[in-house]
C-alpha cells in the first residue's frame, strides 16, 4: 500500500479520511403530513418528493435544507435556501453534522437513490 493511504471496510482510503455511516453523515428523516385542505398560504415552501408545490405559513425545518423523494418520486434531490416544510413524501436532512449543506446536497445526488424505485 502507498504511503499515506490505509486498508479499511469499504477499501483504501487516505490516510486522513474516515469512515462513516450516512446516519453519521447527514441523517435523513421523513417529512410532516400536511393534507392540502390544511395548508395556509404564506412564505414558507412545501417540498415534496418532486420539489416545491406549495408555500404555507409554518416552517417545520430550518433553511438551507436538503430534501429528497420518499414517495412518488424517489431519487429527485432538492436544496432549499430558506426555512420550510419537508413533507410526508420526502426525506430531509435533520442535521448536517458540520457538513456544507450544498456538498450535501451534490453528495446526496451522487449517490443516484433513484436506482432504488421498485413499484
Known amino acids: 500500500?502507498?504511503?499515506?493511504?490505509?486498508?479499511?471496510?469499504?477499501g483504501?482510503?487516505?490516510?486522513d479520511w474516515?469512515?462513516?455511516?450516512?446516519?453519521?453523515?447527514?441523517?435523513l428523516q421523513r417529512g410532516?403530513?400536511?393534507?392540502t385542505h390544511e395548508i395556509k398560504i404564506g412564505p414558507f415552501p412545501v417540498v415534496y418528493s418532486?420539489?416545491?408545490?406549495?408555500?404555507h405559513k409554518i416552517a417545520m425545518a430550518t433553511g438551507p435544507g436538503v430534501v429528497t423523494g420518499r414517495s412518488g418520486t424517489l431519487g429527485k434531490v432538492h436544496f432549499i435556501e430558506s426555512d420550510?416544510?419537508?413533507?410526508?413524501?420526502?426525506?430531509?436532512?435533520t442535521r448536517f453534522n458540520e457538513n456544507?449543506?450544498?456538498?450535501?446536497y451534490y453528495f446526496y445526488k451522487s449517490l443516484r437513490f433513484e436506482r432504488f424505485t421498485a413499484g
Do not use: C
Not at 1 to 10: D, L, P, S, W
Open 1 to 10: 500500500m502507498r504511503a499515506g493511504y490505509k486498508q479499511t471496510e469499504v
Open 12 to 15: 483504501i482510503i487516505p490516510g
Open 18 to 27: 474516515e469512515v462513516k455511516s450516512i446516519f453519521q453523515v447527514a441523517p
Open 32 to 35: 410532516f403530513d400536511l393534507p
Open 50 to 55: 418532486n420539489g416545491v408545490e406549495n408555500f
Open 84 to 93: 420550510y416544510w419537508p413533507h410526508n413524501t420526502s426525506l430531509w436532512v
Open 100 to 104: 456544507d449543506p450544498k456538498f450535501i
